[in-house]
């Protein structure tokens, strides 16, 4: 079992940056790849970023490439997602979720614990 809380989302100018963390607890959060979703109003789910268990290794949406960076720390049991230069399309409800498996993915449905969420939204 793992639990995720998100935190660091708020109000930004685009071009501004936030840094998003999620806070994971239970034994398996170091064996578990992380991923990084977002849910627009009216919109479905989707994928922003992946890691895999190390940190070895991300995947990134075409979206959100050379702006978003995921990463994590295993010792701290955290994984973040910087974002830069926001756009106001970037404006959501952002998820963390991990996957029991040490492989990242970028179907939701392969991820099987998701924290609450944590709002983004940026004014043009």
């Known amino acids: 079992q793992v639990q995720l809380v998100e935190s660091g989302g708020g109000l930004v100018q685009a071009g501004g940056s936030l840094r998003l963390s999620c806070a994971g607890s239970g034994r398996t959060f170091v064996n578990s790849a992380m991923g990084w979703f977002r849910q627009a109003p009216g919109k479905e789910r989707e994928f922003v970023a992946a890691i895999n268990r190390s940190g070895g290794s991300t995947y990134d949406a075409d979206s959100v490439k050379g702006r978003f960076t995921i990463s994590r720390d295993n010792a701290k049991n955290t994984v973040y997602l910087t974002m830069n230069n926001l756009k106001p399309e970037d404006t959501a409800v952002y998820y963390c979720?991990?996957?029991?498996?040490?492989?990242?993915?970028?179907?939701?449905?392969?991820?099987?614990?998701w924290g609450q969420g944590t709002q983004v939204t940026v004014s043009s």
């Open positions: 979720a991990a996957r029991r498996n040490i492989y990242s993915s970028s179907d939701a449905a392969e991820y099987a614990y």
